[in-house]
């Protein structure tokens, strides 16, 4: 009889009791501390974990364990267990994830806590219209793991991007990316160019686009939908 496929959170029950049937075995024979010490090598369970529930679905559960720990060191506590994650584009991707009740002005205060922001544009929450917003459950998006806005929409505007398909970062997910790059790296995005937030507009004027880039300190800015730059660059989203 053929036998039924694992699910993911099968193989990960697996695996766990393979681990603890190993450690186990180990103290049966006399074995102490330093006899599982090898178990601690990320080389050895990182092959096991892949064997058990591949490395695609491995790769994933760090990636949502990293948010995870990324939001618990801000205070917000959310679970990402039934988080669905669009398929990883070919080439160097960054994940983001984006958790419900997070505000603009939020992620800014928090951004303060390490680095001077400045923003021009005033009662910004009350401005500001975003296509992807986290009301009630979280949502993950790809975008491309550069640390300046993508070259290959150099010279081209929002209304460029909007006629080509091209779907833009928003403002919410540019903040957390640049609070996240900065704790990993402590460096900052988009030092040379400036990143477009096609994904938020700034209505006040007619149909404006929300920009943020490093200048000595993070600034948002904005800019008209039909201006064309070389230096402002929309990063694209996979979703």
């Given at each position: 009889?053929?036998?039924?496929?694992?699910?993911?959170?099968?193989?990960?029950?697996?695996?766990?009791?393979?681990?603890?049937?190993?450690?186990?075995?180990?103290?049966?024979?006399?074995?102490?501390?330093a006899h599982l010490e090898g178990l601690r090598d990320p080389a050895l369970w990182s092959f096991v974990a892949c064997s058990f529930v591949?490395?695609?679905?491995?790769?994933?559960?760090?990636?949502?364990?990293?948010?995870?720990?990324?939001?618990?060191?801000?205070?917000?506590?959310?679970?990402?267990?039934?988080?669905?994650?669009?398929?990883?584009?070919?080439?160097?991707?960054?994940?983001?994830?984006?958790?419900?009740?997070?505000?603009?002005?939020?992620?800014?205060?928090?951004?303060?806590?390490?680095?001077?922001?400045?923003?021009?544009?005033?009662?910004?929450?009350?401005?500001?219209?975003?296509?992807?917003?986290?009301?009630?459950?979280?949502?993950?998006?790809?975008?491309?793991?550069?640390?300046?806005?993508?070259?290959?929409?150099?010279?081209?505007?929002?209304?460029?991007?909007?006629?080509?398909g091209v779907v833009g970062i928003t403002l919410m997910e540019r903040l957390l990316y640049e609070l996240k790059y900065f704790l990993e790296?402590?460096?900052?995005?988009?030092?040379?160019?400036?990143?477009?937030?096609?994904?938020?507009?700034?209505?006040?004027?007619?149909?404006?686009?929300?920009?943020?880039?490093?200048?000595?300190?993070?600034?948002?800015?904005?800019?008209v939908s039909s201006d064309a730059f070389q230096n402002v660059r929309v990063r694209e989203v996979v979703r």
């Amino acid at each position: 009889m053929a036998s039924k496929k694992s699910t993911a959170g099968e193989a990960l029950g697996l695996f766990t009791d393979f681990v603890q049937g190993v450690r186990g075995e180990i103290k049966k024979v006399g074995g102490n501390d330093a006899h599982l010490e090898g178990l601690r090598d990320p080389a050895l369970w990182s092959f096991v974990a892949c064997s058990f529930v591949g490395q695609s679905e491995y790769i994933y559960r760090l990636l949502i364990n990293e948010w995870e720990s990324f939001y618990r060191a801000l205070g917000i506590h959310v679970n990402l267990s039934t988080l669905r994650i669009p398929p990883r584009p070919d080439g160097a991707y960054r994940l983001l994830v984006v958790a419900p009740g997070l505000t603009i002005e939020g992620v800014l205060t928090e951004c303060k806590k390490h680095f001077l922001t400045e923003c021009s544009i005033d009662n910004l929450e009350q401005v500001i219209e975003s296509t992807r917003v986290a009301l009630s459950a979280p949502y993950a998006i790809w975008v491309r793991d550069t640390q300046e806005a993508d070259p290959i929409h150099a010279n081209k505007s929002y209304d460029d991007c909007q006629k080509e398909g091209v779907v833009g970062i928003t403002l919410m997910e540019r903040l957390l990316y640049e609070l996240k790059y900065f704790l990993e790296t402590g460096l900052h995005l988009d030092i040379q160019n400036i990143t477009r937030c096609d994904g938020t507009l700034y209505r006040a004027q007619g149909v404006v686009v929300t920009t943020v880039c490093w200048d000595d300190k993070l600034r948002l800015l904005w800019a008209v939908s039909s201006d064309a730059f070389q230096n402002v660059r929309v990063r694209e989203v996979v979703r």
